[in-house]
């Protein structure tokens, strides 16, 4: 293996152990419901948490996240930035393998016949 396989290989591996993911932000809005006699009509706003995403042509769509679920959807989110990253990285190396592979076989050719000599 050359060094770059090797470097592939090892992000290959990590990609073994994902966990759940989603593709989306995590974002807090502050709402206020419409109630006149609500604490939110004196400024003291309603904290919503919610994910935005790319959907169908590329519109941005939010979906509402419980609130006891805030902490584990962060850490999808999180997940999903560290796969993209790697699958990123796994694809800059298998171009660089290919770009490698001509001058390589020609090296490799030239050591041969050096040999033969
Ligand atoms: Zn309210």
Redesign the pocket.
């Known amino acids: 293996m050359t060094r770059k396989e090797r470097m592939r290989a090892s992000r290959l591996a990590k990609l073994g152990d994902v966990g759940p993911l989603v593709a989306a932000s995590l974002c807090r809005r502050d709402?206020?419901?419409?109630?006149p006699n609500?604490?939110?009509?004196r400024g003291e706003?309603?904290k919503k948490w919610c994910l935005t995403f790319k959907g169908a042509r590329n519109k941005t769509k939010t979906i509402h996240v419980p609130k006891d679920m805030v902490e584990e959807v962060r850490e999808w989110t999180e997940e999903h930035k560290r796969v993209k990253l790697l699958l990123g990285e796994i694809s800059e190396l298998s171009m660089e393998i290919i770009r490698e592979y001509g001058p390589r076989k020609r090296a490799a050719m030239r050591a041969t016949k050096e040999r033969k000599r």
């Open positions: 709402n206020v419901c419409g109630n609500c604490k939110c009509a706003k309603h």
